[in-house]
């Protein structure tokens, strides 16, 4: 058995043995076998719309004693929520904008989460009494950024279709979920996710360092709906630092959602450690619930999402249709089909949306189906992007081998 203390140590002298997550999933199924000398920490990764996530910002809004405090606030046109310290006459609003908060149908909190973050002029607007206020700020330009989730990184999350005639609008579908069960919404990183890896939280303790959207930040503790069965994580970290690649807005059908990355080290202390490391996709349930009532009508597993499935969107021009408007660049949740009809793979998040409207094909992607009542229902749309989040493990993995990511003492 090894200790957080001496793993630490080992960090510290260059020797700490750490994989990355996806690499060390496949070294699994390869079928090589690790004893608790062979590895230290295992760096496990998620990124996919995550509901629960917040700013708390100060935001400067005109000279000290211009006004007494603000009633209301936007910023980019998203509504924000002043207070709860009023910075009396100080020019200065502390606020909450929840990365839900639309201004738009197209625009909410985690678009401008990413615009902030990537430096973009922010347009800002607050009523105080019973004038309007105006200012143009960049995130450089905020005292106090940073980011919180009320819960993020789920152990386990549900897959959902839609059992009723017709249309239902839903986070969980950028169209809307077609039924009776026509198609399936995924969410989970499945093997790679943290929680599923360390499902005791003996790595994940309030305190503990992580990456959150490629930013140093902290667990803070469980997050709201957090159970035993279904534990995750209220992480937090400062804005400076993030990487707009992993964050941003997602667009469904019922408004702007907002996604969020989070990476965690998991700790090899033990075979318990070791156990709990041995998960693949296979063996991971993913129950498929009624979006209506959330029940679930049947149990199926993420290999199904992640195993032999495409990572990418695959184009062929040649087969456009020359709809007008463009199906699939309409519905882009990231807005990354351009109007040459390339994607722009910075953004795409392989939801795999526009291969589910494109008549022509021009756009495909195969993601997979579950068995549901004696017949293959296809997956239509992932919420979680599982290549970034492999990408962040290798971050992780990175910083802690060259000594620049430490656990605290004494955990």
Known sequence: MKTKREINEKIREGNAIVIPGAEYKKRLREGETFSVDDVDIVTCGTCGVMSGTYAVLTVPVAPPKTFRKAKSLLLNGVPAYPGPCPNERLGL???????????????????????????????????????????????????????????????????????????????FSV???????????????????????????????????????????????????????????????????????MMG????????????????????????????????????????????????????HYGRVWQGTDRGVHIDSSRCLGCIPCGARSICPAEAILEDQSIDRVRCLACGACGSVCEGEVYTIHLGSMMIFNQEVPITLRQSNRTRAERLCRRLAERISTGAFLLPEGL
Do not use: W
């Open 93 to 171: 609003v502390d606020c909450i904008i929840y990365g839900t908060a639309a201004r738009d149908k197209r625009y909410g909190g985690g678009h401008l989460f990413a615009d902030l973050v990537g430096g973009n002029e922010i347009e800002v607007e607050a009523d105080a009494d019973g004038r309007r206020y105006t200012n143009n700020i960049t995130l450089s330009e905020c005292t106090f950024a940073r980011l919180h989730t009320t819960r993020a990184a789920y152990k386990n999350y549900t897959a959902y279709l839609s059992q009723d005639h017709g249309i239902t609008r839903t986070i």
């Open 175 to 245: 169209t809307g979920l077609l039924g009776p069960c026509r198609e399936i919404s995924v969410s989970g990183c499945g093997e790679i996710n943290p929680i599923q890896n360390d499902p005791a939280l003996r790595s994940l303790t309030p305190g503990t360092p992580i990456l959150v959207n490629g930013a140093n930040g902290i667990v803070t503790g469980t997050g709201t709906r957090s159970t035993m069965e279904r534990p995750n994580l209220a992480v937090s970290a400062d804005m400076s630092g993030m990487d707009t690649r």
């Open 249 to 300: 807005g997602f667009i469904t059908s019922d408004g702007p959602e907002c996604l969020t990355s989070v990476a965690a080290a998991i700790l090899v202390l033990d075979s318990a450690s070791l156990d709990c490391l041995k998960t693949l996709d296979e063996s991971i349930e993913l129950p498929v619930a009624a979006i209506k009532d959330r029940k679930t009508i049947v149990s199926s």
